[in-house]
């Protein structure tokens, strides 16, 4: 795949994969050049983040898992709160899931908690609480792949194994000049033996952790800030001009809109939640009963729904508002709707959501949501319905 701003390049011009060995542009074959001016950068500049400057692989892994899809602003508030109450591997492995959840709630990307608790347990039950110290070993726990595993062989470990997230295949693609596609699995692939080669035996935790920071604060996906790059006189992307045109990667599909419609039913000063099944999207966690569709149906129609869907007498139905919220691969559009429950409610009906069959209910005050593992789109659709009240 050829970019028309990568055409008529000269010497040093843009890279073409074609095998698993490639020519790597400016750089050359040695590590010792790009290895030696990022870990002197990252030795200056590097965010005070508090995951850093510790080889403790338990600290290491739940920083990991966390920051996967997730930016560092966000995570940091997660991390402190996550670690405060769970400061040991031993400590995660004993809780509860319902409580790794909520203390989870509203990072999303939810079987990342699930995987990092099976984890946790793996390492106690299999491993006596001994993190294993090999990227082969690390691969046996549970949502720990080959990035996972490299970040904290290296940064624990003192491992000489390579990382390779999108900041990394940023980073190198830039510096080579790369003309390939990286969302193509063989260009992958040489993007990660391109990253074993330039791992130093001397810190390549600081090393993995400059090429991600690199491509975390300067060499960023657009606008790179190349006057301020440690890297700039090896770049060949900086040496022709191609920054902001690499790297080339496939276009992302928009994604599609599932209409639901969701409802806050409350009895006295309580709400009706339900509980996800596994396998699905949030599974798991708790959230309002929510049927599917974009239909706006009358009040009698809602009434007769919410009767034989839940076995529940409920009246005064108003439409509250419309709550959006983007996931990675589609947008839900949900119309929120209120309504009183004035018959019996020591039985309610569990109906089917979009994944299965919700598995429990619960009647809780609204306030409560904020102890429970609730979504972030479940407080977004609670205060546009209790706004009003």
Known sequence: MKNKHLQNTKACGPVSLSGPAFAESRVGDSAAGLASLLTAWYHKAKRDLPWRDTTDPYTILVSELMLQQTQVGTVIPYFQRFMARFPTVQALAAADLQEVLRLWAGLGYYRRARHLHNAAKYVVTSYNGVFPSTVAGLLELPGVGRYTAGAVASIAFGQAEPVVDGNVMRVLARVTNLDANISLTQTKRNLWELAARHVPAAAPGDYNQALMELGATVCRPRNPQCPL??????????????????????????????????????????????????????????????????????????????????????????????????????????????????????TVRLPPCESGTYVAHRWVRPGALDHLPVARMTHKIAAVALAQE
């Open 229 to 346: 790059c440690p890297v700039g006189r090896i770049c060949g992307a900086f040496a022709h001009g191609t920054q902001n045109v690499l790297p080339i990667k496939s276009a992302k599909a928009k994604p599609a809109t599932v209409h639901r419609r969701v409802f806050v039913l409350r009895h006295q000063d309580r709400v009706l939640l339900v509980q996800r099944p596994k396998g699905c999207t949030w599974e798991e966690l708790w959230e309002f009963p929510a049927w599917p569709g974009a239909k706006a149906p009358g009040r009698a129609e809602i009434t007769r729904e919410l009767g034989a869907g839940l076995g529940l007498q409920v009246t005064l139905v108003r439409r509250a508002g419309r709550v959006e919220h983007q996931l990675t691969h589609r947008s839900l559009a949900y119309e929120v709707y209120c309504g009183q429950v004035t018959g019996p409610v020591a």
